[in-house]
């Protein structure tokens, strides 16, 4: 399942909405504005400056590594490289935006790790449906398994026959042995 369009889209809306709790936490007076942090600087602990120069400049980040990663390229290393560099970024402004934003930044955060969460829970749902597919597809069986399961059910088949007393030719026909092997099956039933 391709959910590309919905991650980067998610962690896109969960950055404007960041961006909005960054608003909301200037006004309420969390953080300040980069022209009064150094008014305030001496009222401020150290959490509250750094938030107050990163929250905002993060936000702005995540949302444009989220476009970047929605239009990017399907080259695997950069695609590798990219997501190392916005799982930082987005584990960054979470950790800052609950520090700067505090509880208002909740909900920016589940929208910015919506990425993180559903690939890991796809990555479980995929190994258990492959898991189920190889159960029923008998991959876990080796080739040689396979052929003597299909030998041992074809010559359990011809015995039911022979029991029955069905022609020789009809179960040549259904089992695709040998006259000789269904005879050696016979000798081994009296």
């Given at each position: ?10 962690q ?5 909405l960041?961006?909005?709790a960054c608003?909301?936490a200037?006004?309420k ?8 942090i150094?008014?305030?600087f ?8 750094v ?25 695997e ?8 560099l ?5 584990s960054?402004?979470v950790?800052i935006g609950?520090?700067g934003?505090?509880i208002?930044?909740?909900?920016p955060?589940?929208?910015i790790l ?6 890991n ?12 597919e190889?159960?029923?597809?008998n ?9 003597l ?16 007393n ?16 269904i005879?050696d099956i016979?000798?081994?039933l009296?």
């Open positions: 399942m391709n959910l590309r369009f919905i991650n980067w889209y998610t896109a809306l969960g950055a404007i960041g961006i909005m608003v909301y200037y006004l007076g969390f953080i300040c504005t980069y022209n009064n150094s008014v305030f001496d009222t401020m602990n150290f959490f509250e400056i938030s107050s120069y990163l929250l905002l400049p993060l936000c702005i980040t995540t949302f444009i590594l989220s476009i970047i990663k929605g239009y990017g390229t399907d080259k290393p950069l695609n590798n490289n990219l997501e190392k916005n799982l930082i970024f987005i960054l402004n950790i609950f520090i934003a505090r208002y930044f909740l909900i955060a589940l929208f919506f990425n993180v969460f559903m690939d829970v796809f990555k479980e749902y995929k190994e258990i449906d492959s898991d189920d190889c159960i029923k597809n991959c876990l069986l080796s080739s040689n398994d396979m052929d399961i299909l030998m041992n059910t074809k010559k359990e088949i011809a015995l039911e026959l022979l029991l029955k069905a022609d020789i030719e009809f179960i040549v026909d259904i089992t695709g042995l040998s006259k000789e092997e005879i016979g000798k081994n009296n």
